[in-house]
């Protein structure tokens, strides 16, 4: 699902979460608020969430027991 990401989500999701840059970094290095990057944070992950939860629907991992 991350692949499927636009190339500045990617790269935002990397910063946080691999190489643990704090959102007041990521935001000046963007030149963003840091509110603009929070916001954009939680919609990426309801994106990765909802990517995730497709594929296991269609998956044997989302079958009954």
């Known amino acids: 699902c991350v692949d499927g990401l636009a190339g500045e989500h990617r790269e935002l999701i990397h910063g946080y979460y691999r ?3 704090s959102v007041s970094e990521l935001s000046q290095a963007r030149g963003r608020s840091v509110e603009a990057v929070y916001k954009m944070l939680q919609r990426i ?10 594929r296991m629907r269609t998956s044997d991992f989302g079958g009954s027991a």
């Open 19 to 21: 190489e643990e840059r």
């Open 45 to 54: 992950r309801q994106a990765l969430h909802e990517c995730i939860e497709a």
